[in-house]
C-alpha cells in the first residue's frame, strides 16, 4: 500500500504562518495536525526548515498509509461562493450552496455561476483564503474577451473561473503533473472548452503574453520570479497574485515595482494584489 511523507505537528501556536512555511517545500495537502508532502525528501527538508525557525513545535516525521485519507478528510468539504461565483464539490451542488465567510460583490460580472471541482491533493478548492481572494479580484474586473494565464493552476478554479467570466481563452499551466491531471478532469467536469493546459515550469516556457496573469503561487517564489510574471502581461496588462502573507507585502510590491497595484484584498493574514503591468 503507498504510503504519503508527512509531518505531525502538535500544540502550533499559528497554523496560518506554518502553512505558509511548509508551502515552499511542496505541500501537497493538510489534514488537521498533518502536512503531506509529494516525497520523503520535500518532508525532510521541510522538518529540518521547521526547527530552524520554529525550536518550539513538537514535530515528528510519520508515513501514512493511504487508505483513501484525502477522500475522507475531504468529504465534510462545501460549497463556497465568492461575488457571483460559487465553487463546489460535485456533492454540494445542488440546493446546499454554503456562502463563503466573507462576502465579495464583484463589478466584473454578475451573472451567478457555479464551478464544480472534485478535491484532490492540493489547494484550489476554493477553501483557502488565497483562492478566495483570487475569486474576488477577477470579479473586480471585466475580463470578458481578454486573455488570460493561470500560473500553478492546481484544479484549475481560477482557470475555469476567468473562463466564466468571459475570458476568450486560458493557459493554464503547472509543473506537476497530477496538477493538471486535476485540472483536466475539472475542466471536463464542468464542460469548459478554450482552457490548454500545459505540463511546465512558466518561468522558462515558450509561451507569450496575455491580458491578464494569475499567479496565487508563494511569497518566495512570487519574489524570485516578479520579472517574469510581469513579462507574461501585455503592456498596460493585469496581475493578480496571492499566496503570500502581510509580513511578505513589502517584498512583494518592491519586486513588483515597475507595476502599479490598483487593487488589494487581505483574510486574515494572506494578502491579494491586482498590479497594473
Known amino acids: 500500500m503507498r504510503t504519503w511523507?508527512?509531518?505531525?505537528?502538535?500544540?502550533?501556536?499559528?497554523?496560518?504562518?506554518?502553512?505558509?512555511?511548509?508551502?515552499?517545500?511542496?505541500?501537497?495537502?493538510?489534514?488537521?495536525?498533518?502536512?503531506?508532502?509529494?516525497s520523503g525528501d520535500d518532508r525532510d527538508r521541510a522538518a529540518a526548515a521547521l526547527s530552524g525557525h520554529f525550536p518550539h513545535l513538537d514535530v515528528q516525521s510519520i508515513e501514512v498509509p493511504d487508505e483513501d485519507w484525502a477522500a475522507r478528510s475531504q468529504a465534510s468539504l462545501r460549497a463556497i461562493t465568492v461575488g457571483s461565483l460559487t465553487v463546489?464539490?460535485?456533492?454540494?451542488?445542488?440546493?446546499?450552496l454554503t456562502p463563503a465567510p466573507t462576502a465579495y460583490v464583484g463589478t466584473g460580472f454578475s451573472q451567478p455561476s457555479t464551478i464544480v471541482i472534485q478535491p484532490s491533493m492540493g489547494f484550489g478548492?476554493?477553501?483557502?483564503?488565497?483562492?478566495?481572494?483570487c475569486l474576488?479580484?477577477?470579479q473586480e474586473i471585466d475580463v470578458r474577451g481578454r486573455s488570460v494565464i493561470d500560473v500553478g493552476t492546481g484544479s484549475g478554479v481560477l482557470a475555469i473561473a476567468a473562463r466564466r467570466l468571459g475570458?476568450?481563452?486560458?493557459?493554464?499551466?503547472?509543473?506537476?503533473?497530477?496538477?493538471?491531471?486535476?485540472?483536466e478532469a475539472n475542466v471536463a467536469l464542468n464542460h469548459e472548452s478554450r482552457i490548454a493546459l500545459d505540463i511546465g515550469d512558466f518561468?522558462?516556457?515558450?509561451?507569450?503574453?496575455?491580458?491578464?496573469?494569475?499567479?496565487?503561487?508563494?511569497?518566495t517564489l512570487l519574489i524570485a520570479s516578479a520579472e517574469r510574471l510581469a513579462s507574461l502581461a501585455i503592456p498596460d496588462g493585469r496581475l493578480i497574485l496571492?499566496?503570500?502573507?502581510?509580513?511578505?507585502e513589502r517584498d512583494v510590491v518592491r519586486a513588483f515595482e515597475g507595476s502599479t497595484v490598483e487593487w488589494r484584498g487581505q483574510e486574515d493574514e494572506w494578502v491579494c494584489f491586482r498590479l497594473t503591468a
Open 5 to 38: 511523507p508527512a509531518l505531525e505537528i502538535q500544540q502550533a501556536d499559528d497554523d496560518e504562518l506554518i502553512q505558509a512555511f511548509l508551502i515552499d517545500f511542496n505541500l501537497a495537502a493538510i489534514e488537521r495536525s498533518r502536512f503531506f508532502f509529494h
Open 88 to 96: 463546489a464539490p460535485p456533492w454540494d451542488v445542488e440546493g446546499r
Open 125 to 133: 478548492t476554493g477553501h483557502h483564503a488565497t483562492t478566495r481572494l
Open 136 to 138: 474576488a479580484a477577477l
Open 167 to 183: 475570458a476568450r481563452g486560458v493557459l493554464a499551466i503547472d509543473d506537476d503533473p497530477d496538477a493538471i491531471a486535476a485540472a
Open 203 to 219: 518561468r522558462f516556457a515558450k509561451i507569450g503574453q496575455f491580458d491578464l496573469v494569475t499567479a496565487n503561487l508563494t511569497g
Open 242 to 248: 496571492s499566496g503570500f502573507m502581510v509580513h511578505e
